[in-house]
């Protein structure tokens, strides 16, 4: 049997690549990661049969959704959410320097810099941030560079060899991100499901009903997310996670009645979420 | 009298530098523009006095919400928004390359990179992509450069004597951003009320019972927006924007009889919404 090939945002050493591991692990068959340079990347070749699945950042517990990801699974069609999983990030100064001082740069993905911003006020106020595609960019450069640092997670540094100048930088205890892993098997039944839809009708009564027939049926939705439509500034479509199964009757009976109210529906599944520890 | 001060997102030549001087131009009398390296930055410099007002970013047709600005609005007190201001953005390729062929990087914000992604993908496919603070942060240096380009507005191509060499790059039409204007003076009336809150209970209830008291009264909200409350996982505010007066007495009563069931709740203020062409 040849792996199942897992795409994720790369290169080696991203907090994507390690949901893609802890998940790789937790199926019990052999599997391959493949790095692709961006999340809408990773995503299209999974549509493309390139991949077997993608694993993609969803939402940030301080930096909110990932709308790369969103608009990406409202463009290409056929994925569906296969499992959620939820990472803890812990964010790490990586750097071969002897201490704080000598640091003039520092590299990261700019969702890291915000994340740290407090630190880096406080113990870098001088340094220069320099924005990169991914906190895991930098890394290979870095042993090298005797006046820069990365931000990126223990198992990165341990992985590129770079010794931790500070740990625990983030300005929070509570920083955890929920990734999706995506794929081709149909929707399979899960304690949560997710949509998105655009309305035909204005926003606020359609939406309205729309989310009172949930309400109704006592169906809690644990997130909305809006999302422009791309058409015109003001327009916009709605990504939901309901905290019901897609085959429960309920639900399949209020998708059906929605129908007439909205432009556009996509169901991306049923799925059960998993909580990883980091190494 | 001294100039009224105008914070923005700098360097000059930014879209939201832009945005400021239209801005200046229309209240009739002398402004001053002082740019910062932060949105947070300009506005925590209304803020602490430092300046009298701060034109910021919102949403985008494209991207969506500029969550920067929504996340300092809610952590910073004080601010009410004084106007709304919509920019349609135009986004040119600048450089001293007499062609495209020339052009090995391209230095620009992420969101132009995004807003820019076919025409790239297209044209300069081979080119590497730097992220940069800013669409202008790399103009003071584009003269001395034959083989980098960067993506920003007419204005700033203008500003830095540059050249453009290829115009009118974004992929969609309908590109604009609408802007806030915010500062010290008390909630005016106007068209639009924006406010945001946080829910004692669970989401999904607490969340329809608000919206279903503005629907009830006919009220129309343009726009609603989540963001994480960045305490835990799947813990949300909402940012909300209403097509009424604050002073209407229909929103005062909905906003009183809604205090119970929000956890905090914020008030931005009543304004108008100018559409701007740029130049």
């Known amino acids: ?75 290409i069609d056929g994925l569906q959410i296969q499992q959620a999983l939820v990472l803890p990030i812990e964010h790490q100064l990586i750097s071969i320097a002897q201490n704080l001082a000598e640091i003039q740069t520092v590299y990261s993905h700019p969702q890291a810099f915000s994340q740290c911003q407090e630190w880096l006020g406080k113990h870098l106020p001088q340094a220069q941030r320099v924005p990169a595609n991914s906190t895991a960019e930098i890394l290979p450069q870095l042993a090298d560079l005797s006046t820069a640092a990365g931000i990126s997670s223990p198992s990165a540094a341990a992985l590129y060899n770079l010794p931790i100048l500070a740990a625990d930088i983030g300005d929070r205890l509570e920083n955890r991100t929920r990734f999706w892993v995506l794929g081709h098997q149909p929707a399979i039944t899960g304690s949560h499901t997710s949509l998105a839809l655009s309305l035909s009708a204005n926003v606020p009564g359609a939406l309205l009903a729309v989310l009172a027939k949930f309400a109704a ?30 085959y429960d009757p309920q639900v399949t009976k209020i998708l059906a009645e929605i129908t007439d109210s909205v432009e556009k529906i996509k169901l991306f599944g049923s799925y059960c979420i998993a909580d990883f520890e980091a190494d």
């Open 1 to 75: 049997m040849s792996p199942i090939i897992i795409a994720h945002l790369g290169p080696t050493g991203t907090y994507a690549e390690t949901a893609a591991l802890a998940y790789g692990k937790s199926i019990g068959a052999e599997f391959e990661l493949i790095p692709y340079n961006t999340i809408a990347q990773a995503i299209e070749a999974v549509a493309q049969q390139a991949a077997d699945l993608a694993v993609v950042p969803v939402e940030n517990s301080i930096e909110g959704s990932v709308t790369m990801t969103l608009d990406a699974l409202w463009r």
């Open 217 to 246: 049926a006592q169906i809690n939705l644990s997130r909305i997310e809006s999302r422009p439509t791309k058409r015109s500034l003001g327009e916009y479509l709605f990504f939901m996670d309901l905290e019901a199964d897609g």
